[in-house]
């Protein structure tokens, strides 16, 4: 079997879950769309099964897999409807529904529920990518109590920038939601896992955990409120390939390491087709046999390699952590140029293994 192996810790789940709720003092969404951040999503759902107040979701196709595979709990949908027919799928599974358009405003005072839908309602407070802007916000509210067709509304909205805590952006959002919302009826939702762990006024009824049940902080380096988060998934490989090369000898496509000093190169089985970042080369971290080394030259799509001079204990078989325990993921990103959320989503092939 290629050794390429995603270990997913659900204890650690169920711990940043709870942490996230008790952070948020109240009840918490797990936001578990696109897989679980690449998790799993079905696995993570019945990890969280007795602890979690409901499950987020993008879309129904992701809601319907869970419903399908025995999850009972309350389930939104973050993007709610792509068109009305998918309403009686939201009825017959019990989904609760975002509405975020005009559009889909008119889809749910068009329907005809046997049993009336409960809606999460977005403002646009800011963020300017869905919802309704805070000056329409109270008529479509209204338009949704008077309908008959909905027995709840939950006011909802999102940010765009939770994740620099230093910025006024984010309190600029709340007074815009807090503006309309604190005139009309219902429970609240605002805060992401920044929210949660930035932003004490954003904690309402209801709170969105993400990115913080996987164990990764989405602050900068250096800020400390994720700190006591555990990473769930380690993704972890072998070395199965090893060589000796002169100094001035290059590794891989384009050359673009050449050896300084003779290296000993190690061959991993892990390239960008399993979703290890291609723009996270040469100096990414990796740990082998839990000691830190680094990538050299390029990654390519089902291998790569590392440098093991410095290892002189390493060799055919020894475990290479991508990220997990020593290598942290926002590292990993961080040399990608990119966030911990698009490289979770983005394993795949490995062998998922559920402790
Ligand atoms: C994805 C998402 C979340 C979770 O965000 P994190 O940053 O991962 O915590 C919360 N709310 C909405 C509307 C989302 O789309």
Redesign the pocket.
Known sequence: MRPLIASIRLENLRHNYLLAKQMAGGPT?A?I?ANA?GHGALRCAQALADVADGF?V?CLEEAVQLREGGVSLPIVL?EGVFEAAELAAVEAHDLWC?VQSPQQLDMVLQANPAKPYTVWL?MDSGMHRAGFFPQDYAAAHCKLMASGKVSKIVK?S?FAR??EPQLSATHAQLEAFDSVCRYLPGEESIA?????LCHERAHRQWN??????YGAS?LPAGFEQGAALKPVMRLTSRVFGVRELAAGEPVGYGASFVAERPTRVGLIACGYADGYPRLASTGSPVAIDGVRSRVIGRVSMDMMTVDLTDLPQAGIGSEVELWGDTVHINEVAAQAGTIS?EVLCNVKRAHFQYH
């Open positions: 969404l936001v769309k951040y987020a993008a973050l975002v977005k909802m999102h939770a994740d992401n896992s920044a929210g949660i969105r955990a993400g990115i913080m049940l989405p959320y």
